[in-house]
């Protein structure tokens, strides 16, 4: 059956996107791949609920719309109690507009289409094959130009990879504050087929390189501080871009596993997760808007990324739902921290294209990715220069939010 499936999609995968002869993917067809098959792994596909699946089991689940952590690995998530977690302060409202203003007018289109144009062109960016590999690598030497660039290495900002079994490792860039207490903003550097992953192509124009080139831009307008670059913040400030989060959140749940273990102090994190498609939401007949995810979130950073869009985008946020672990912020929230996610649309209009041949750039809206890259820009810039001391003692002593 597999066999023959492969005898009639194969010709459109290698009709999907040219690939160069130097390119080497891991696809192996021995007993040994089969028998990869029968290996098992624990998902959890709610609080409550744990199951053991093969892997074409998981595709099957996401084919299925089905979201899931893959915990086999990091069933210890959340269990440990290192981290005092008290109920997380916010600011009542954005109080930077000078500072943040300035530096939106930086955001360019232009470095959004040049970059997603470079990271849609590898055949597939699944975590496990070597296109999955080489595409981190770039990602990686791209955010590594980009601090460069700024002059911000002189100060101590660095990216690295966070490595992982499987091939692709995820990425992280740190701004050093005055504290160690950090601010993440996330978004998946993965993508995926589901059908035959390690085979047919997964361009992932939305899902998720959008989210991946939006941060990325936002990082780089964030290094024209020269108050951020130099330490000044009150918080340090991370982003993250994560592997195979398409496998079950896998390289999210080992970064925020390790903060857990060592008893890192995140303050907030927002993950990015498909920022460009606008076009359901025209067919709909509605305002183009950022949907803001309300179930499985901290209201009270939710709450705050209202009143950050509010003042800093030109369109209009609205709420919507995605389930259980629908992304990375998952790993987040279980791990003790207060996390969020925003995505294009509401959930029911966001992009139908992902997870196949068809994620491609010429559905997106650069003008969207904007908005979102606003939006990340301020809402980052803005708890990387919160006392988050000053709000808690305010708000233990009845005084409210500031």
């Known amino acids: 059956m597999k066999a023959a499936l492969l005898t009639l999609l194969l010709p459109a995968a290698a009709s999907a996107r040219f690939v160069e002869p130097n390119e080497i993917n891991r696809v192996i067809f021995s007993s040994d791949a089969y028998a990869e098959e029968a290996e098992k792994f624990l998902i959890e596909l709610s609080p409550d609920e744990t199951r053991w699946v093969t892997e074409e089991q998981k595709w099957e689940l996401r084919r299925e719309g089905r979201q899931f952590m893959d915990i086999t690995d990091h069933q210890d998530l959340g269990l440990s109690r290192i981290i005092a977690r008290s109920t997380p302060v916010f600011p009542k409202k954005p109080l930077l507009q000078s500072d943040v203003k300035s530096m939106l007018t930086d955001l360019s289109k232009d470095h959004l289409e040049e970059h997603l144009e470079k990271f849609t062109s590898f055949h597939t960016r699944y975590y496990k094959s070597d296109y999955g590999r080489q595409s981190s690598e770039w990602l990686l030497k791209t955010v590594q130009k980009t601090i460069k660039d700024a002059g911000a290495d002189e100060y101590g900002v660095k990216a690295e990879h966070f490595s992982h079994p499987w091939g692709q490792n995820s990425i992280i860039a740190t701004i050093p504050g005055k504290s160690e207490d950090t601010i993440v903003i996330g978004a998946h550097q993965d993508s995926i087929n589901l059908f035959f992953p390690s085979i047919l192509a997964a361009p ?165 990715m904007l908005q979102h890259a606003k939006m990340t820009l301020a809402l980052v810039y803005e708890l990387g220069n919160t006392d988050f001391k000053a709000l808690e003692s305010e708000s233990q002593g009845g005084m409210g939010e500031l």
């Open 204 to 368: 992932g124009a939305d899902d998720d390189g959008s989210g991946t080139v939006t941060i990325l831009e936002a990082f780089r307008v964030l290094l024209t501080s020269g108050d951020v670059i130099k330490g000044n913040a009150p918080n340090t400030i991370e982003f993250h871009w994560y592997s195979a989060e398409e496998g079950g959140l896998l390289g999210s749940q080992a970064i925020f596993s390790s903060y857990e273990k060592k008893g890192r102090v995140v303050k907030a994190m927002l993950q990015q997760d498909m920022t460009g498609f606008v076009q359901g939401t025209i067919d709909a007949g509605k305002p183009e808007s950022v949907g803001v995810i309300t179930d499985f979130v901290d209201p009270a950073l939710t709450a705050f990324i209202k009143k950050i869009i509010e003042e800093y985008c030109d369109i209009p946020w609205v709420e919507t739902k995605c389930g259980y672990a629908c992304s990375d912020h998952a790993s987040a929230s279980k791990a003790g921290y207060p996390s969020a996610f925003v995505i294009e649309s509401s959930f029911g209009d966001s992009d139908k294209h992902i997870h196949g041949t068809d994620d491609l750039i010429k559905y997106l809206s650069f003008d969207h």
